[in-house]
């Protein structure tokens, strides 16, 4: 990506971004516009490698927490962002010269660009889960030691929250809860940190492989067939690995249950085409967490699980997902960083009380590969 | 004993039926819709009446299916001039209303633009008090300008406190004869598309009347008192009335109309509708007697709104879709068609023109015009045509199943004589009686429905009660509407829990429908 991110820019990190979220993340429609705008109205974001500034500077991740069905109704101005970061400066004692994203898959991809659009200062090319998950903790800034306190969430009154408490998962539990009492969503600003500890903790050049994949993606004009080569040419060429097709089929079952503020369920995919005879059951936890083949583990968390949709080739989301849709599940190695055995206590299948322990993508397939044998997969 | 009168209009025919009390057919007809639309309907009114034959001050009903409203919108013309007010700042101020509607609409409707103090939070406390003294200020500045205005306020579908007070403080200073839309009446959460839905529904609501009035007068002039209802796009009917206050909501009535009238015709309340028309086919799915419904936002002219409309897939297929045979005998089937001009340009009509029908004739599929005409056409290649344009019903049929077992198909509209009586996909074929009106029967027969979308918190009372409350709401409004509480049901439930938020805040929609009461006059209150 160039030094600046550009209004043209959005519609493509937003695109990437969609794939990023595995399914959950929140629909960007809304940041989208307001970010564009904000572009619009204060100049492009300018846009920096953690590697090439100061090691002194401080930076601070943002991001909206809280309902996106709630934020598609009680809009927030981005007032709320600026405040965050300028609240947490006073309650930290520093200057934040840098803002840098939490989660890059979803709508919170665009948060700190609207936020770094609006206040001027650079956005890092950089962010703490290389995709989307749930909660506060589940970052690379957590699992290396960095404290998410002190915490500042402000509302589109104003009304602000504050918390400092040494556990990350506390500050999650706590803000979980006053985010309800905020009205349904709130901006944060957290884990501020100099940037001498953003290289080393943080997943770096995430805006840009986001960007580069909603290029790609937008390139290949809505055929599923095209979006899924520009999936293996982009994270081929990356830190993730190679994408893999799991199967094509229909949606046939669909079970979503709330509990504990978390939309839990699966759904059932019965294979068409050379899947066909297959069924592939995908789980998910406000994002696609693991797909199985009745006993047989196909792909975990934290690799990435994309659900598309075979008219367009665009990620499903789990809130939109529908029975009957037919979809292509795709699954994606992720970043080295979130395969961690650190990360893996955060957000690996275990934490789930999904699976003893993680096992790679690339390693399921080759089990899958020597089982086939001789069959050779066409294409993907 | 009461009759009652159907008409559906549709792309290329605008269908007529006139039905007993027990919903037999008395009469049907088809003419072509015309161009202003509305001398199509008073057309195909006449006719149904006249071969009808039935006493004139005993139809008592009269349901209407019209894409008035809808080519309104689409062609930008008639439309109100309309002010809009958003009730949420501080809130929402960075997006403006009318934000991503295509220009030259956005031109048209934005002239009148404000955003004031108020709105609720997702559970109902209140975001702010509504500033009453700028809504004062703003209906002077708009007396005599605008003759319609659009009220959104933030998350008016769990509270509508605000909206009905903006509305009380607007009809004082700007009188009855504005007309304004209120939001929690049309759409649900989620504020920009209940917003243009909001602003849409008061651009056509003149439309709207002049529809309305004009078929009631067109009926008078027959000689006919009748109650006149519209079709909304749920598949059920609203008062003439609450139409001219909610006209957005008659949009694609028409494809809703002949899914409900395959259901009624063929006594199946859970199938795929197959509708083959002049120029497309919509294949539908039947679930409850009731379409089954998109959840994704549904575009009109443009704008995004977040109205359900029905599942549906349309291929370019119908009865005037043009064959086209080149030398080696590779071919090309539509998209286009020669649409209502079928009977004058089909070959087996004496035209010029091959056509989807031409084909099936010439195979002795159907029975159709001079057989005569297209006997010296290639068999082979014609079969290869046929066997593609049957593969392509059953590629759709495919898609919208939600199980690979098969499942019962009925076919309706004017175009299905084209289709065999085997399907891939399909455990059985059905052609119901009167199938090329099953349109205007679905418009006649429609019920009465209630609805309630909100949000709702399970902690308080729990699931299941919860559960029941909302169906208690949306029963009560059915019967509000004209429904015969006796014969209400539950149609349509879905509760869709909101993500990354404890609480267990949940968004639960129900539908409550049941017949149209003969004895009550339906409220307005819909």
Same mark, same amino acid.
């Given at each position: 990506?160039?030094?600046?991110?550009?209004?043209?820019?959005?519609?493509?990190?937003?695109?990437?971004a969609r794939y990023l979220g595995s399914g959950g993340g929140g629909?960007s429609?809304?940041?989208?516009?307001?970010?564009?705008?904000?572009?619009?109205?204060?100049?492009?974001?300018?846009?920096?490698?953690?590697?090439?500034?100061?090691?002194?500077?401080?930076s601070a991740p943002v991001a909206i927490m809280g309902s996106p069905?709630?934020l598609?109704?009680?809009?927030?101005?981005?007032?709320?962002?600026?405040?965050a970061?300028?609240?947490l400066?006073?309650?930290?004692?520093?200057?934040?010269?840098?803002l840098m994203g939490l989660e890059i898959g979803g709508l919170n991809a665009l948060t700190p660009?609207?936020?770094?659009?609006?206040?001027?200062?650079?956005?890092l090319?950089s962010d703490g889960m290389g995709r989307a998950f749930t909660e506060l903790q589940m970052t690379t800034f957590h699992a290396f030691g960095v404290s998410a306190s002190p915490l500042v969430m402000?509302?589109?009154?104003?009304?602000?929250?504050?918390i400092a408490t040494p556990s990350n998962w506390d500050v999650e539990w706590i803000a979980r809860r006053k985010v309800i009492?905020?009205?349904?969503w709130a901006t944060i600003a957290s884990y501020p940190m100099?940037?001498?500890q953003v290289?080393e903790v943080g997943i770096h050049q995430s805006f840009?492989l986001a960007?580069?994949?909603?290029?790609?993606?937008?390139?290949?004009?809505?055929?599923?067939?095209?979006?899924?080569?520009?999936?293996?040419?982009?994270?081929?060429?990356?830190l993730y690995?190679?994408?893999?097709?799991?199967?094509?089929?229909?949606?046939?079952?669909?079970?979503?249950?709330i509990t504990g503020g978390m939309m839990n369920g699966?759904?059932?995919?019965?294979?068409?085409?050379?899947?066909?005879?297959?069924?592939?059951?995908v789980v998910f936890q406000n994002e696609f967490l693991l797909a199985?083949?009745?006993?047989?583990?196909?792909a975990t968390v934290p690799d990435l699980l994309c659900?598309?949709?075979?008219?367009?080739?665009?990620p499903?989301v789990v809130e939109?997902?529908?029975?009957?849709?037919?979809?292509?599940?795709?699954a994606i190695p992720a970043h080295p960083l979130i395969r961690h055995s650190k990360m893996l206590q955060t957000v690996g299948p275990k934490r789930y009380g999904l699976a003893k322990e993680f096992i790679p993508l690339?390693?399921?397939?080759?089990?899958?590969?020597?089982?086939?044998?001789?069959?050779?997969?066409?294409?993907? | 004993?009461?009759?009652?009168?159907?008409?559906?209009?549709?792309?290329?025919?605008?269908?007529?039926?006139?039905?007993?009390?027990?919903?037999?057919?008395?009469?049907?007809?088809?003419?072509?819709?015309?161009?202003?639309?509305?001398?199509?309907?008073?057309?195909?009114?006449?006719?149904?009446?006249?071969?009808?034959?039935?006493?004139?001050?005993?139809?008592?009903?009269?349901?209407?299916?019209?894409?008035?409203?809808?080519?309104?919108?689409?062609?930008?013309?008639?439309?109100?001039?309309?002010?809009?007010?958003?009730?949420?700042?501080?809130?929402?101020?960075?997006?403006?209303?009318?934000?991503?509607?295509?220009?030259?609409?956005?031109?048209?409707?934005?002239?009148?633009?404000?955003?004031?103090?108020?709105?609720?939070?997702?559970?109902?406390?209140?975001?702010?008090?509504?500033?009453?003294?700028?809504?004062?200020?703003?209906?002077?500045?708009?007396?005599?300008?605008?003759?319609?205005?659009?009220?959104?306020?933030?998350?008016?579908?769990?509270?509508?406190?605000?909206?009905?007070?903006?509305?009380?403080?607007?009809?004082?200073?700007?009188?009855?004869?504005?007309?304004?839309?209120?939001?929690?009446?049309?759409?649900?959460?989620?504020?920009?598309?209940?917003?243009?839905?909001?602003?849409?529904?008061?651009?056509?609501?003149?439309?709207?009347?002049?529809?309305?009035?004009?078929?009631?007068?067109?009926?008078?002039?027959?000689?006919?008192?009748?109650?006149?209802?519209?079709?909304?796009?749920?598949?059920?009917?609203?008062?003439?009335?609450?139409?001219?206050?909610?006209?957005?909501?008659?949009?694609?009535?028409?494809?809703?109309?002949?899914?409900?009238?395959?259901?009624?015709?063929?006594?199946?309340?859970?199938?795929?509708?197959?509708?083959?028309?002049?120029?497309?086919?919509?294949?539908?799915?039947?679930?409850?007697?009731?379409?089954?419904?998109?959840?994704?936002? =549904? @575009?009109?002219?443009?704008? $995004?709104?977040?109205?359900?409309?029905?599942?549906?897939?349309? /291929?370019?297929? *119908? #009865? +005037?879709?043009?064959?086209?045979?080149?030398?080696?005998?590779?071919?090309?089937?539509?998209?286009?068609?020669?649409?209502?001009?079928?009977?004058?340009?089909?070959?087996?009509?004496?035209?010029?023109?091959?056509?989807?029908?031409?084909?099936?004739?010439?195979?002795?599929?159907?029975?159709?015009?001079?057989?005569?005409?297209?006997?010296?056409?290639?068999?082979?290649?014609?079969?290869?045509?046929?066997?593609?344009?049957?593969?392509? =019903? @059953?590629?759709?049929?495919? $898609?919208?199943?939600?199980?690979?077992?098969?499942?019962?198909? /009925?076919?309706? *509209? #004017? +175009?299905?004589?084209?289709?065999?009586?085997?399907?891939?996909?399909?455990?059985?074929?059905?052609?119901?009686?009167?199938?090329?009106?099953?349109?205007?029967?679905?418009?006649?027969?429609?019920?009465?429905?209630?609805?309630?979308?909100?949000?709702?918190?399970?902690?308080?009372?729990?699931?299941?009660?919860?559960?029941?409350?909302?169906?208690?709401?949306?029963?009560?409004?059915?019967?509000?509407?004209?429904?015969?509480?006796?014969?209400? @049901?539950?149609?349509?439930?879905?509760?869709?829990?909101l993500a990354y938020l404890p609480?267990?805040?949940?968004?639960?929609?129900?539908?409550?429908?049941?017949?149209?009461?003969?004895?009550?006059?339906?409220?307005?209150?819909?």
């Amino acid at each position: 990506m160039n030094s600046v991110i550009q209004e043209r820019d959005i519609p493509s990190l937003a695109c990437g971004a969609r794939y990023l979220g595995s399914g959950g993340g929140g629909n960007s429609y809304l940041l989208q516009l307001l970010t564009m705008r904000a572009i619009r109205d204060c100049g492009p974001v300018p846009f920096v490698s953690a590697l090439a500034m100061d090691e002194g500077t401080w930076s601070a991740p943002v991001a909206i927490m809280g309902s996106p069905s709630i934020l598609n109704e009680k809009i927030l101005t981005g007032v709320e962002l600026l405040q965050a970061v300028q609240i947490l400066e006073e309650q930290a004692g520093i200057r934040i010269d840098a803002l840098m994203g939490l989660e890059i898959g979803g709508l919170n991809a665009l948060t700190p660009v609207l936020a770094a659009a609006l206040s001027g200062r650079p956005l890092l090319d950089s962010d703490g889960m290389g995709r989307a998950f749930t909660e506060l903790q589940m970052t690379t800034f957590h699992a290396f030691g960095v404290s998410a306190s002190p915490l500042v969430m402000v509302n589109e009154q104003g009304r602000w929250e504050h918390i400092a408490t040494p556990s990350n998962w506390d500050v999650e539990w706590i803000a979980r809860r006053k985010v309800i009492d905020l009205g349904g969503w709130a901006t944060i600003a957290s884990y501020p940190m100099k940037l001498q500890q953003v290289k080393e903790v943080g997943i770096h050049q995430s805006f840009s492989l986001a960007k580069r994949l909603g290029d790609s993606v937008i390139a290949a004009k809505e055929d599923i067939h095209q979006v899924m080569k520009a999936l293996v040419q982009i994270f081929s060429h990356s830190l993730y690995g190679r994408p893999a097709k799991l199967i094509e089929g229909k949606v046939v079952e669909l079970e979503r249950r709330i509990t504990g503020g978390m939309m839990n369920g699966m759904l059932v995919i019965e294979g068409e085409g050379e899947h066909i005879g297959e069924q592939l059951e995908v789980v998910f936890q406000n994002e696609f967490l693991l797909a199985k083949q009745g006993d047989r583990l196909i792909a975990t968390v934290p690799d990435l699980l994309c659900v598309l949709d075979v008219d367009n080739g665009f990620p499903i989301v789990v809130e939109e997902m529908e029975n009957h849709k037919k979809v292509w599940v795709v699954a994606i190695p992720a970043h080295p960083l979130i395969r961690h055995s650190k990360m893996l206590q955060t957000v690996g299948p275990k934490r789930y009380g999904l699976a003893k322990e993680f096992i790679p993508l690339e390693q399921l397939r080759q089990s899958d590969d020597r089982e086939a044998e001789g069959h050779v997969s066409a294409g993907y | 004993m009461s009759y009652r009168i159907g008409i559906d209009v549709g792309g290329t025919h605008t269908d007529g039926i006139l039905l007993d009390a027990k919903y037999q057919v008395i009469a049907e007809t088809k003419c072509a819709t015309t161009e202003d639309v509305s001398s199509g309907i008073y057309q195909a009114m006449r006719e149904v009446i006249a071969k009808a034959n039935v006493q004139r001050d005993r139809i008592g009903f009269a349901m209407l299916g019209t894409t008035h409203c809808t080519n309104a919108i689409v062609e930008r013309k008639r439309l109100n001039s309309v002010a809009v007010i958003r009730i949420g700042a501080p809130a929402t101020l960075a997006v403006k209303p009318l934000i991503g509607v295509p220009e030259d609409l956005r031109e048209k409707l934005g002239k009148y633009v404000y955003i004031v103090r108020g709105g609720h939070e997702f559970d109902g406390r209140q975001m702010a008090d509504l500033d009453e003294a700028e809504l004062s200020r703003i209906a002077d500045t708009l007396k005599g300008k605008v003759d319609s205005v659009a009220v959104t306020s933030v998350f008016s579908p769990v509270s509508k406190d605000h909206e009905l007070r903006a509305a009380e403080i607007l009809h004082e200073i700007l009188g009855d004869q504005v007309s304004i839309s209120l939001s929690h009446e049309i759409g649900s959460v989620g504020l920009l598309e209940r917003e243009n839905a909001t602003i849409l529904n008061a651009a056509v609501v003149n439309v709207a009347k002049t529809t309305a009035q004009g078929f009631m007068q067109a009926l008078r002039e027959e000689g006919i008192e009748a109650k006149v209802f519209l079709g909304q796009n749920d598949g059920t009917l609203m008062s003439v009335e609450y139409a001219m206050k909610y006209p957005i909501l008659t949009i694609a009535c028409g494809p809703t109309n002949s899914i409900r009238g395959a259901s009624y015709l063929s006594g199946l309340g859970d199938a795929l509708v197959v509708d083959v028309g002049g120029t497309t086919t919509d294949i539908g799915v039947l679930v409850n007697s009731f379409p089954r419904e998109s959840s994704l936002a =549904v @575009e009109i002219g443009g704008a $995004r709104t977040n109205f359900r409309m029905p599942d549906l897939i349309s /291929i370019g297929l *119908g #009865g +005037g879709t043009i064959i086209r045979i080149e030398e080696d005998g590779s071919f090309k089937v539509g998209p286009d068609s020669v649409g209502y001009q079928l009977t004058r340009r089909g070959l087996v009509f004496g035209g010029d023109t091959l056509t989807a029908t031409d084909v099936a004739v010439a195979l002795g599929k159907t029975q159709l015009g001079d057989p005569a005409k297209v006997a010296h056409l290639d068999k082979g290649v014609l079969q290869k045509v046929y066997n593609r344009i049957v593969e392509m =019903v @059953e590629e759709a049929i495919d $898609r919208m199943k939600t199980s690979a077992d098969p499942v019962p198909v /009925i076919l309706v *509209g #004017g +175009g299905s004589i084209l289709l065999p009586d085997e399907m891939k996909g399909a455990a059985s074929v059905i052609r119901p009686e009167h199938f090329g009106v099953a349109n205007a029967i679905g418009a006649a027969i429609s019920q009465i429905s209630g609805q309630v979308e909100r949000v709702f918190s399970l902690d308080e009372l729990g699931r299941e009660k919860t559960l029941e409350l909302a169906k208690q709401i949306a029963v009560d409004e059915a019967i509000a509407a004209g429904a015969e509480p006796g014969s209400i @049901e539950i149609v349509d439930i879905e509760d869709v829990p909101l993500a990354y938020l404890p609480g267990n805040a949940t968004r639960i929609r129900v539908k409550a429908a049941g017949n149209l009461s003969v004895k009550t006059e339906p409220t307005l209150s819909n």
